[in-house]
């Protein structure tokens, strides 16, 4: 069954694809499976990150950059485009579903695009997960160009738009944005800022103090300094300087790209080997419940915690193999 659904997914079918990010959202055994099957596929996509506060018209910024790139065709061809929406209900959030709203407009019977949501996973881990086994999905599909929408407000969300080829820091005038920007991190990793709702007092202003912050930051000759651009996301102004400043981006450093994806096989390798070995221990006698315990432990201080791990680590692991 799934070795027909890789088949599927490779070949582009948007139903297959569909499923098998369902697969991957519900934590399904057979998503591991697939993941196997298609993984030497990936690797030709490039990933665009885009974060910042509930509202600040990503969704709407979004939707302009897939009608923008649609437009445009490299070497005769147009380039396709998925867009994974993360989270776009989120209690925090005033705005509309991306999804939804996406369907309703123009892309809607373009088979260059497609466009999902990803609803946030339980535990903690899950969401990252899920969004990049998500993304490997698509990007054996192949499609040249994947958006991922998150909102900026958790260490999930950093994790996700850090593990992007290019991150999109959006912000919007008014009251402690920008602080509250500089609070949850987002500074440090974005690599083109947006000042978007333009059109709204203090974006201006806005956008200085984003560039006075950048001028504190002593950037190396040659090496990339994330521009500020501003857009009205609801009139297109300023998009297609945006898809230019992406293009750039992506042209301009190989070397940061190939750092990105070794830093993407890491953070992926450390997240499973962590989660596999405790699916190990559970298959190894240990008792529901002697997790927490033993963490319970080490916080009364019974226990100190290099022995509670150690504990655990001799279930799995021999002894002798153990430093
Ligand atoms: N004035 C103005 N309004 C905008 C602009 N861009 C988006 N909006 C409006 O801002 C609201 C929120 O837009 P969304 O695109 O849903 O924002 P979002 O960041 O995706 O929101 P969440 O995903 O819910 O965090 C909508 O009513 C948009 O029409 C802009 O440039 N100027
Ligand atoms: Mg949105």
């Not at 300094?225 to 450093?253: S, Y």
């Not at 201080?301 to 655990?312: E, G, H, K, N």
Request: hydrophobic content about 40%; overall charge neutral; some cysteine.
């Amino acid at each position: 069954m799934n070795s027909s659904l890789a088949d599927r997914i490779l070949a582009g079918d948007p139903r297959a694809i569909a499923r098998a990010i369902s697969l991957v959202e519900s934590e399904d055994a057979a998503a591991v499976e697939l993941i196997r099957a298609i993984y030497a596929h990936t690797g030709q996509s490039y990933i665009i990150g885009i974060t910042g506060p509930p509202g600040a018209g990503k969704s709407t910024l979004v939707e302009r950059l897939i009608a923008t790139i649609r437009s445009q065709s490299v070497q005769g061809r147009r380039l396709s485009v998925a867009v994974i929406a993360v989270d776009p209900t989120s209690p925090f959030s005033g705005g509309a579903i991306l999804g939804d709203r996406l369907r309703m407009l123009t892309h809607s019977g373009d088979k260059g695009v497609f466009i999902r949501s990803m609803a946030t996973r339980g535990h903690l881990g899950g969401l990252a997960r899920a969004t990049s086994d998500a993304t490997l999905i698509l990007d054996a599909a192949g499609f040249d160009i994947i958006i991922i929408e998150t909102v900026g407000v958790g260490q999930d969300e950093v994790e996700i738009v850090r593990t992007a080829d290019a991150c999109i820091v959006t912000l919007v005038p008014g009251a402690g944005d920008d602080i509250q920007a500089l609070k949850a991190g987002i500074m440090e990793i974005a690599d083109l800022f947006v000042v978007n709702k333009a059109d709204r007092d203090g974006a201006e202003r806005l956008a200085l103090t984003l560039e006075s912050n950048l001028s504190l930051h002593s950037f190396k000759p040659g090496q990339w300094r994330p521009p500020v651009l501003n857009t009205v996301a609801t009139t297109n102004t300023g998009v297609t300087e945006l898809v230019d400043a992406i293009w750039r981006f992506r042209d301009q450093d190989k070397t940061l790209q190939s750092r990105r994806q070794r830093m993407r096989g890491e953070s992926r390798l450390r997240d499973l080997v962590s989660q596999r070995f405790m699916k190990r221990l559970e298959r190894n006698g240990l008792k529901p419940g002697e997790f927490d315990d033993l963490v319970e432990r080490i916080a009364a201080r019974s226990i100190d915690p290099y022995s509670a791990a150690d504990q655990l680590l001799d279930r799995v692991i021999p002894v002798a193999a153990k430093t």
